[in-house]
């Protein structure tokens, strides 16, 4: 298999994941697009790197939470390859429940650490062991930080008099 | 899965995966387009070339002038460009050019730039830095830069929205003076590190130990503090002096910072002190506006 072969390959494989899992993260179509075209661009130019099976998939997620964390930063330069995604995605951001807005501010409210964890967790699906590759830490303390993330937002969700409804519906 | 666990999975804003569209197409040829790494572009025939081509174009032309309005296409001595709407093609002809020429060819297709021929290793040099709109990019659109192969020190598309108004700054890369610090034209890569020394891994070393390989070398070490956020994602660094390091302390990476030192990223270790104020102690960047 050609370094081009694999990089399709693992294109598209793993395209969908990591388009939601930036425009989980981010604000505006604008912003996906440019993790999206900058997480791929590194795994191409580091195709080497890329681990085999779906371990490939936690290395990009590992790669676009670095790109995130950089986009956050503030950088004034932002990829020219993502222009052309940027009307396919605008078109694609769902709204979240008026009624679950309570639960988006608690988890708002949340510190970073916590919200990384419980996002990975709930959204990507992913279990202790494989957070723990995304963020760079021992398996105990993703399952820790979990933990203790799970705690504090219920706690939060506690001061809200709605959460039982919420809860009950989902 | 738990209550909590339901509840975070239903302000899921992205729920249902995206349908690979004929943009994600087009991404994924265009990313396939690019260099894989930046080494690896095939090397340039910079000075031979741009002597002759200098003589060849002594005189600075514009073609495509329409009569109002700035050029669709401008060539002098150091640089060929080419407008479209939201890129511009560019060749550098000759890198060891006047900083003036590179501006006004730049200007004369109607853009608001600032050129800075800097100092670089000897692998970048002709090359093309940038762009950097130093009072942060506004969009919309984005900025950026491609490179392609070519016979001439640079050619590529430059990124820029029709119609920025913003002070855009390019450095082009010429051959540092022996001992002339370098240029820095990108952040460190506190992802996977970097190694400047071939053959030998600094990263996970001590400082003396990478010191003393330093000096094996006949290279002097200088030192840059690496400060990463509390949840280990963004970093800044920190030049400092060598009684600012102490010897057990772990060095992240390296980079030479000029033809005779070699920059070690190295982690705080116990009795750093306090972490700065990052706007304190910013380490001066190329595209500074200083005069």
Redesign the interface.
Known sequence: MTRQDRFEAIYDAYYPAIHQYAARRTGSPDDTADIVSETFLTAWRRIRDVPEGERALLWLYGVARRVLANQRRGATRRLELADRLRDELAAERPVTPVDLDHVRAAFEALPERDREVLALACWEELTGEEIAEVVGCTAIAARTRLHRARKRLAALLEREPSSTIAMGEA | ??????????????????A?????R???A???E????RWKVPRRLPVLLSAVTAVAAAVAIGVGLPAYGPATEYANAAVSLARAD??VNVTITDPTADYREFEEAFRAVGLNVRVKVIPVAPDEVGQLIG????E??K?P????V?RTPCQSAFCG?V?LPAGLKQLVVFGVGRAAEPGEPYAEDRPYD???GEEAVKGYTSRGKTVADVRAELRRRGLKAAYRLLWR??????FFDQIVSADQIKDDWIVDGTRFRSSDAVDLYVTPGPGTGPRPDPLKVRTPQWYDLTD
């Open positions: 899965m738990n209550d909590i666990d339901r509840l975070v999975k239903a302000i899921d804003r992205a729920p249902r995966p995206p690979q569209g004929s943009a994600a087009e991404l994924r265009a990313i396939m690019t260099p894989q790494r939201d890129y762009p950097i709109v130093p942060g990019f969009g659109g984005s900025v950026g491609t598309k990124w506190v992802m996977y956020d509390s949840d280990g994602a963004g």
